[in-house]
Nanobody, 115 residues
């Protein structure tokens, strides 16, 4: 059983910053990619950023230059530093963990950016 616990969401004004964290626990043999997705009301879930076990990163165009993904392999934790937040960044942010043979999702954390 694998569990993902997310934290760090909240309400922030446009231009502000938030840092999300996601820690995995349980029977984890090998973590490959860790990623952050988001889902705005009425929209599909979309990839924000991901990071491989080697540290290679990938970002959606709409967050490049503003968000930074990082991970601590010793702690099985992935972070998302979000700067220069915009109202359109509002949504539920989900952590995803890719291990051999399975994917796991966190419960989501709400991020609300006011204008």
């Amino acid at each position: 059983q694998v569990q993902l616990v997310e934290s760090g969401g909240g309400l922030v004004q446009a231009g502000g910053s938030l840092r999300l964290s996601c820690t995995a626990s349980g029977s984890i043999f090998r973590i490959n990619t860790m990623a952050w997705y988001r889902q705005a009301p009425g929209k599909q879930r979309e990839l924000v950023a991901d990071i491989t076990s080697a540290g290679s990163t990938n970002y959606a165009e709409f967050v490049k230059g503003r968000f930074t993904i990082s991970r601590d392999n010793a702690k099985n934790t992935v972070y998302l530093q979000m700067n220069s937040l915009k109202p359109e960044d509002t949504g539920v942010y989900y952590c995803k963990l890719v291990v051999v043979g399975a994917n796991y999702w966190g419960q989501g954390t709400q991020v609300t950016v006011s204008s």
